[in-house]
């Protein structure tokens, strides 16, 4: 999918400097273990009906400081009803928040220690569990538990080190089923699944190496082979500011392709809004009264039923605010086909819960404005709009239109300050939209349900001993051993790294482009042809590189001697020579050349050349690669004659 880019493509290296881009990334990355980490449930998805349901409310609780957090209080305000889908083998009571959690899983230590040494990070001595508050439902207790592992990591990148804050190991959420106005469902299989939580610092400087370094945490990842695959087992958020800005969160960015084109346009988007409230200053604006908003109920206008496509007439209302000097920024378009009326409406789909588009709509706006002129004209004759001002109607229930209402003001008056602190959710089309306040320090607290773990120094050098290797030394050794970075790259991605580097270092007299040919090309293709090409961990590409060294076979070879060990053809190298080398029982050969004729009566009105063909064809099919080409040729070819 090619994503919209704000101004057509992207900036130069200089621009953005000039914008003062700065972007972090925040990686969450499921482990591989085999329960959960409080718990002793097993780990994975599940496809089939929910054995129960039931339904909670959250709200929000203080900080040890006596604060609310921005984050928990807006989520309150969505006045949820939270259903959650249990599963009698992969819930507990745990997730629930019934029973207080078990004592955290070693397995996914040692894996997040593991992780963290390869990001270069010193190891904590002791672990201390905290809660992080979440009240949007994806976790029953209204908090996540987690704990930091590694502190001040990096990874190399073009000649510098991007820094590696701290990677944490957290329990992940519950997956959403559906969200409909103000009921919310969740599936409880991937609650409390393993994860490690991979925090950048600001230091990557354009969108392109937002995306690049993506890739390399990634690559360390994979690396470790302590992670999971497959779809919904990463999820990447990046943060994003420019030089007069602020820290901007976009949420569950799906696939790192799409970092460029996102980042680049909440860069752009920051600088507009910097713009807007440059402008508004210089017209004396700059104060929230300074707005003039005037609520008014218009339910009675006119017959909305007739003309709101979404108009529920039995329960809803329809509410208009007046705004003074917005009229020209209600169309500004902040990011591709993305105005400042769809930053509202967002807005207000989330935390007034009016989710049935369209849910708004302005007198200044050009933004699907369905309303006929002749309507507009009595409204702005009836509430005295003129100029800059601006009539915006929302319709819903009482309480849901004040809600609204009240978002709009709070969202105009943050145009005085030009970027608000907020998460947005990354769409398809390379744009944002509103998700939550940016959570503060005040959703953090200490969990007394867990005591405090320690890591001992005998631990970590366990661990350090046997760690995989260093994507950046098996990218270094490619490139010393002429094989192209497209390739290299592809190994190191798909998670090969590590198979790649064993068998160069261990196997005598290998060719290192061979080695990375073979696994680039023939892995997928031998899976692709269904067959189980990953059995025993790939132990067999180890074993097959190891029997032929020094024989010189080519890629083909290769590639003909895999097939027939996956077939459970062959064992040893010894019988693959055999095989290679033609040496056939004659008398096999004959009953099998026999065996073709005799089933297939036709084949003696054939052509010679057509028969041989044939029959040379059928023997292929029951042997694949492992046959003489010249030899059973001339065994065909004799026998025919005969």
Not at 94 to 99: A, K, N
Not at 158 to 163: A, Q, T
Not at 325 to 351: A, K, Y
Request: charged content about 30%.
């Amino acid at each position: 999918m090619k994503l919209k880019i704000n101004g057509g493509k992207l900036l130069t290296d200089k621009e953005y400097e000039e914008l003062g881009f700065r972007s972090g990334l925040e990686i969450h990355q499921q482990l591989a273990t085999d329960e959960k980490l409080f718990c002793h449930c097993p780990v994975g998805y599940v496809h089939k009906e929910p054995d129960a349901t039931i339904l909670r409310h959250m709200r929000p609780t203080l900080s040890e400081l006596g604060e609310y957090d921005g984050t928990a209080l807006m989520e309150f305000k969505t006045k949820k009803e939270v259903i959650y889908q249990l599963y009698r083998d992969n819930t507990c009571t745990y997730e629930m928040d019934d029973t207080p959690p078990f004592p955290i899983n070693q397995q996914a230590v040692d894996y997040a220690i593991e992780i963290s040494l390869l990001f270069n990070c010193s190891i904590v001595d002791e672990i201390h569990i905290v809660r992080k508050q979440y009240l949007d439902g994806s976790i029953p207790a209204g908090f996540q538990r987690t704990a930091v592992i590694g502190l001040g990591g990096w990874i190399p990148y073009k000649g510098r080190k991007i820094g590696i804050r701290m990677v944490t190991l957290e329990e992940d959420a519950c997956r959403e089923v559906s969200d409909d106005g103000h009921y919310i469902t969740w599936k409880t299989d991937r609650l409390s699944t393993p994860l490690v939580e991979i925090i950048t610092h600001p230091h990557l400087l354009t969108p392109s190496e937002v995306e690049e370094v993506n890739w390399l945490l990634a690559e360390v990842l994979r690396a470790s082979g302590k992670v999971r695959r497959g779809f919904g087992t990463a999820r990447q958020d990046v943060n994003v500011s420019i030089s007069g800005g602020t820290r901007v969160e976009i949420k569950g960015v799906p696939r790192i392709g799409y970092h460029a084109a996102l980042t680049h346009n909440e860069a752009l988007k920051q600088k507009k809004l910097i713009e807007i409230a440059e402008e508004l200053k210089k017209k004396k604006i700059t104060k929230r009264e300074d707005f003039n908003f005037e609520r008014h109920d218009i339910s009675d206008f006119t017959d909305w039923e007739k003309i709101i496509p979404n108009y529920k007439h039995e329960a809803a209302v329809v509410k208009a605010l007046k705004v003074s000097h917005i009229s020209e920024i209600m169309n500004c378009e902040l990011q591709p086909d993305w105005h400042f009326t769809n930053e509202l409406s967002g807005i207000i789909r989330v935390v007034a819960c009016l989710d049935r588009m369209p849910n708004m709509i302005a007198s200044s706006s050009e933004i699907g404005n369905f309303i006929a002129v002749e309507t507009w004209a009595e409204l702005k004759k009836k509430y005295g709009v003129a100029g800059e001002d601006s009539l915006i109607l929302v319709w819903g229930s009482e309480a849901d239109t004040q809600t609204a209402l009240s978002e709009i003001e709070d969202r105009v008056e943050k145009l005085l300050t030009g970027v608000p602190n907020e998460t947005r959710q990354s769409l398809d089309n390379g744009v944002t939209d509103f998700e939550r306040v940016l959570p503060g320090p005040d959703r953090m607290y200490p969990d007394t349900d867990s005591s405090p773990t320690k890591i001992t120094p005998e631990r970590v050098e366990k661990i350090k001993s046997n760690l995989p290797s260093n994507p950046a030394e098996i990218r270094e050794y490619c490139d010393k051993n002429g094989i192209n970075s497209k390739i290299s790259t592809y190994i190191l991605r798909k998670g090969f790294g590590g198979l790649f580097y064993s068998i160069v270092n261990d196997v005598n007299n290998v060719n290192p482009l061979l080695v990375a040919v073979f696994i680039k090309d023939k892995i997928p293709s031998l899976r692709r042809n269904d067959l189980n090409a990953s059995r025993e961990n790939y132990k067999w590409v180890v074993k097959l590189f190891k029997e032929t060294s020094g024989a010189k076979l080519e890629l083909k070879d290769l590639s003909a001697l895999s097939e027939m060990y996956l077939r459970n053809k062959i064992d040893e190298f010894s019988e693959y020579q055999k095989h290679l080398s033609g040496v056939f029982e004659e008398r096999d050969l004959q009953k099998d050349i026999h065996e073709i004729m005799n089933n297939n009566g036709k084949i003696k009105d054939f052509e010679i050349d057509k028969a041989h063909g044939y029959i040379f064809y059928k023997l292929k099919e029951k042997y694949g690669e492992d046959i003489s080409t010249g030899k059973t040729s001339a065994l065909i070819m004799e026998l025919l004659k005969k």
